[in-house]
């Protein structure tokens, strides 16, 4: 594990090989950034490190120190510190993005909506005839049921991964990097087995949390709604990024569900207007859930 000392002058970390060294790719941080490894005595320059000589090599000369404040905390820092939720400004903030990069946001967020949909209709396609066979005709066989549940798992992978992507595209935006389509997507290309398995746990959980009494998946649902941003944001794996969601949102669970209230009832009133407004309503949910992901377990969270 390492830490590094941002441009802000902050301690960020700690953080794997792996994320540094795509930190160093993307730019973030280059050979003349302060750095501390577990178990060393003091700090010293990134390029001190033999283990990142290739990645460093490799990136443009004369790199400049990096512009962006990394928004990494330790999970200990967040878990040691109170946060306040103001619903009405991450609205507020996640309005003024939207205006901001009004035609990227929504034909990005668009295309990841349809590829969403697209994968839910191929999934129906297996389970529609036991749904309508329930629905219509009342038929509740252990396998129509079997299959309904088994096709319900296979699209819940998919969604954290795109729904990564594009939670990752949001980020970018917020913190002021450069952000493209292939952002919206980079849930297939990072941490994807880690995605696809919080999807399918998460997925399983809640909807067995449902089955008790409905309060359950309820809860569990709220308390795992940073999971997803927590693994393609911090690299962390799915069942820490799950606890550590859970931990944090538990100290106002209840503010947290008003806002995902909120900002639920913002999305589906866009279908009010023709349906279209949902293609303006939705971008505002997603920034406002990440401004509120930034809020808590950013940098600039007090």
């Known amino acids: 594990m390492y830490k590094i000392i941002g441009v802000d002058k902050n301690e960020y970390g700690p953080i794997t090989a792996e994320q540094l060294r795509q ?35 490799a990136a443009p000369p004369g790199l400049p120190p990096p512009a962006v404040t990394l928004a990494v905390v330790s999970s200990e820092t967040v878990l040691g510190r109170n946060y306040d939720l103001d ?10 993005l939207v205006k901001q990069h009004f035609w990227p946001i929504v034909g990005i967020s668009l295309l990841v909506t349809v590829a969403i949909g697209g994968a839910n209709q191929l999934i129906g396609l297996i389970s529609g005839p036991a749904i309508r066979g329930m629905i219509f005709e009342r038929r509740f066989s ?12 296979i699209g819940a992978p998919i969604y954290a991964i795109l729904m990564g992507g594009l939670f990752r595209y949001y980020l970018k935006l917020i913190r002021g990097e450069a952000a493209a389509l292939s952002d919206a997507f980079s849930g297939f290309s990072s941490a994807l087995g880690q995605l696809a ?30 999971a997803i941003p927590l693994v393609i ?14 931990r944090v949102v538990s100290k106002h ?46 940098q600039q969270a007090s």
């Open 23 to 57: 930190w160093i790719a993307e730019g973030r941080v280059n050979g003349q950034t302060s750095a501390w490894s577990e178990g060393a005595a003091e700090w010293q320059p990134l390029s001190a490190f033999p283990e990142f000589a290739d990645i460093l090599t």
């Open 87 to 96: 619903i009405g400004q991450c609205i507020a903030r996640s309005w003024a």
């Open 253 to 298: 669970w209840f503010i947290v569900f008003a806002f995902l209230l909120v900002i639920g009832l913002i999305g589906v009133g866009g279908m009010l207007a023709c349906c279209l407004g949902i293609l303006v309503t939705l971008p505002i949910f997603w920034g406002a859930l990440m401004y509120a992901y930034e809020d808590i377990f950013g």
């Open 233 to 246: 944001d911090r690299r962390m794996d799915f069942w820490n990024a799950m606890e550590l969601s859970r």
């Open 197 to 226: 398995v919080l999807g399918l746990v998460s997925h399983l959980l809640t909807l067995l949390g449902y089955l008790f009494c409905v309060l359950p998946g309820i809860y569990l649902y709220v308390s795992w709604i940073f």
């Open 142 to 153: 252990p396998g129509a049921i079997a299959l309904v549940f088994a096709t319900s798992l």
